[in-house]
């Protein structure tokens, strides 16, 4: 696979099948995406990956939290305000679901809060001293692990949703508190058999975006 095959066939996914991946496979992953570039090779990213009863642990806590109207707050906020362009975009969501998904749109949210019933969720995470140039180097990261994923038949979702309770995450995975936790990625066998995965989010013309200065 090449790597705009790569870039453009990624989609994010929102439905697994159950199967676990092979521990070898991960650590592939994760060596070639040792090589991804950072500000002053200070390689700020650390890495860690729930399976198994961790993540069940993870699951229950969370559903826990939810019964408990429990207020989340994440070690990197939620922007205060989005641009009228991202809101847009945001909203444009929903009518899309719906254009693909049909009746499988109803899940989306339960599948949310289930963290998309993935074997695995890779958390991303980030000393507290670093700047937002960590977090550059960090995406760049998050985005060579999706890639590879890809190359290898795996299908992933970085989500948002997933860092709700860092607190939770923090224990059963006994992350230090020096350490922000940035992002979850879901990773897994995407579920062919679920029109979930039939999303695809539009994109901007490059006409709106991308700008040539002579």
């Known amino acids: 696979m090449d790597v705009k095959t790569a870039v453009v066939s990624r989609t994010s996914i929102r439905a697994y099948k159950p199967d676990r991946i092979e521990r070898s496979v991960l650590l592939d992953i994760f060596e070639a995406a040792q090589r991804t570039p950072s500000w002053a090779n200070s390689q700020p990213w650390d890495i860690f990956v729930a399976e198994g009863e961790a993540l069940e642990k993870i699951r229950s806590g969370y559903a826990e939290n939810q019964k408990n109207k429990v207020t989340s707050v994440t070690d990197i906020g939620r922007p205060p ?88 995450i923090r224990r059963e995975l006994q992350i230090p508190e020096n350490l922000n936790i940035a992002i979850g990625i879901a990773i897994g066998y995407a579920d062919g058999n679920n029109n979930i995965n039939k999303l695809t989010t539009d994109r901007d013309p490059l006409s709106d975006v991308v700008r040539f200065c002579d």
Request: charged share 20%; proline share 6%; net charge negative.
């Open 81 to 168: 305000e989005w641009p009228e362009a991202a809101k847009r975009r945001q909203q444009g969501i929903g009518p899309a679901m719906a254009r693909d998904c049909g009746e499988a749109a109803s899940q989306f949210g339960a599948l949310n809060q289930r963290m998309f019933d993935a074997p695995a969720f890779i958390f991303l995470c980030l000393d507290k001293l670093y700047t937002h140039w960590g977090l550059y180097d960090l995406g760049a990261y998050a985005q060579n692990v999706m890639l590879l994923a890809q190359e290898k038949g795996l299908s992933t979702i970085p989500a948002y949703t997933s860092t709700l309770y860092p607190e939770v």
